[in-house]
């Protein structure tokens, strides 16, 4: 996949309304697998329902997305776990942990189907953002900013030629938000991915190619 396409995409529940002022909907615009774009937002506007059309997890919008030259809207359940598993990756806003489980195994279980990552690569994630100590601990006892690194760490083991990420720093400080950012444009770039990040206004320190206003 070298081309996410979006071609007059508008959220159903927009469609009624006022005019919606975007960079985004109701425009044609491409993202390209060599190029970081950042969406900036206000609540309310659709970042998190965009990310949701591409990875196929919603389908309620008007007009039309494209993988290269294919409308996603054409795409059998084979094809979207396959592009689940080696094309896209994404990090919900919501994060979507298990919270009864340990850290670690939140990320082990997806690394178990990918085998994307060897253990001890994971432990050394880890250690680079700093949670090492909450390995074993159940995900429950962990901050909101704990969490989304672990959800980091589990959105970087596997294969994908884009990664989205939807407000991934929002309960980060500065230093730990720039080490994040390191770290994703370092596994971004040895995958030759492109980077689609949403933000309400604190984003990820990245060279972006592309900003948007949705």
């Given at each position: 996949?070298?081309?996410?396409?979006?071609?007059?995409?508008?959220?159903?529940?927009?469609?009624?309304?006022?005019?919606?002022?975007?960079?985004?909907?109701?425009?044609?615009?491409?993202?390209?697998?060599?190029?970081?774009?950042?969406?900036?937002?206000?609540?309310?506007?659709?970042?998190?329902?965009?990310?949701?059309?591409?990875?196929?997890?919603?389908?309620?919008?008007?007009?039309?997305?494209?993988?290269d030259d294919t409308n996603i809207?054409?795409?059998?359940?084979?094809?979207?776990?396959?592009?689940?598993?080696?094309?896209?990756?994404?990090?919900?806003?919501?994060?979507?942990?298990?919270?009864?489980?340990?850290?670690i195994d939140n990320v082990l279980?997806?690394?178990?189907?990918?085998?994307?990552?060897?253990?001890?690569?994971?432990?050394?994630?880890?250690?680079?953002?700093?949670?090492?100590?909450?390995?074993?601990?159940?995900?429950?006892?962990?901050?909101?900013?704990?969490?989304?690194?672990?959800?980091?760490?589990?959105?970087?083991c596997q294969p994908y030629q884009?990664?989205?990420?939807?407000?991934?720093?929002?309960?980060?400080?500065?230093?730990?938000?720039?080490?994040?950012?390191?770290?994703?444009?370092?596994?971004?770039?040895?995958?030759?991915?492109?980077?689609?990040?949403?933000?309400?206004?604190?984003?990820?320190?990245?060279?972006?190619?592309?900003?948007?206003?949705?």
């Open positions: 996949m070298e081309k996410i396409i979006l071609k007059q995409a508008l959220p159903e529940v927009f469609a009624k309304g006022e005019w919606v002022q975007s960079d985004i909907w109701h425009q044609e615009l491409a993202f390209s697998r060599d190029s970081i774009s950042l969406i900036k937002a206000s609540s309310g506007t659709g970042k998190s329902s965009l990310l949701s059309y591409i990875f196929g997890y919603r389908k309620d919008y008007q007009g039309m997305i494209f993988f809207r054409q795409l059998d359940l084979k094809r979207w776990n396959s592009i689940r598993q080696k094309e896209l990756s994404i990090m919900f806003q919501e994060l979507r942990l298990f919270e009864e489980l340990s850290a279980i997806k690394n178990k189907l990918t085998h994307f990552k060897s253990k001890k690569k994971i432990i050394e994630l880890f250690e680079r953002l700093g949670i090492a100590e909450k390995l074993n601990s159940p995900v429950a006892t962990l901050s909101f900013g704990q969490r989304q690194r672990v959800a980091f760490i589990r959105a970087l884009f990664i989205l990420l939807d407000e991934p720093i929002s309960h980060l400080d500065v230093a730990n938000s720039k080490v994040l950012s390191d770290l994703l444009f370092e596994e971004a770039s040895a995958q030759g991915a492109g980077i689609i990040v949403t933000s309400l206004g604190y984003e990820l320190e990245l060279p972006y190619s592309n900003h948007y206003k949705l």
